[in-house]
């Protein structure tokens, strides 16, 4: 089945900083992939949608200069948080979309970055 | 009409027990509509999804009905087992197009020995 292999795992940084996570298609071209974040015993959060080539696309109330969003070839998409705050403290998820047939579409997600700022 | 509405927000069952949760959706466009299974640290990993042209589907232990009219899905888990203890999510989204998944709040099952 398709693999979303995203990376690191869980990271700890310093305020003011930058955080490179990157996620990637292992076994499938993704044509856009999906960041979200998500607060402990809450649900996902979609902060935007990255399309190969092109602009990513945010959600309202995420601050697309904080969040910067890349996604330079059908198997990698990455995001970076600059400037990271305590409040930035998240577990940050990817998913990546692939129609497999007529039924199923599957939207597969990555294992998930743990976020610290100390 | 965006939302996907999800109940009840914590479950308790008992092994060998029926896990019963359900989500209703406003959004008529929606026609794609996925369970998803997560532990904790993990991301989420599909368990079963369906679309409107059925009105139920199950894979193993899991069983997805699905009411067109009511706007409203449900995932059956037979048998629970300590195993299935995680938090479930119902998304759904319009087929085709890499649409964004709209997802509900989330349910916690805890399956008790």
């Known amino acids: 089945g398709a693999v979303v292999s995203q990376h690191p795992s869980w990271v700890i940084c310093k305020s003011g900083t930058s955080v490179k996570i990157e996620c990637r298609s292992l076994d499938f071209q993704a044509t856009t992939m999906f960041w979200y974040r998500q607060f402990p015993k809450q649900s996902l959060m979609l902060m935007a949608t990255?399309?190969?080539?092109?602009?990513?696309?945010?959600e309202q109330g995420v601050e697309k200069d904080k969040f910067l969003i890349n996604h330079a070839s059908l198997t990698l998409s990455t995001l970076t948080v600059t400037s990271a705050h305590p409040e930035d403290s998240s577990f940050y998820i990817c998913s990546a979309a692939q129609q497999q047939n007529r039924l199923d579409y599957g939207y597969t997600f990555g294992s998930g970055t743990r976020l610290t700022v100390v | 009409q965006q939302q996907v509405k999800q109940s009840p927000q914590s479950l308790i069952v008992q092994k060998g027990g029926i896990s019963i949760i359900n989500c209703a959706y406003e959004n008529t466009a929606f026609d794609y509509f996925p369970w998803y299974q997560q532990f904790p640290g993990k991301g989420p990993a599909l368990l079963i999804a369906?679309?409107?042209?059925?009105s139920e589907k199950k894979e193993g232990r899991f069983t997805i009905s699905f009411n067109k009219s009511a706007k409203q899905f449900s995932l059956h888990i037979m048998d629970s087992q300590p195993g299935d203890s995680a938090t479930y999510f119902c998304a759904a989204t319009p087929f085709g197009g890499y649409n964004k998944l709209i997802f509900g709040a989330g349910t916690r099952l805890a399956v008790h020995p």
């Open positions: 369906i679309r409107p042209d059925v």
């Open positions: 990255s399309n190969e080539g092109s602009k990513a696309t945010y």
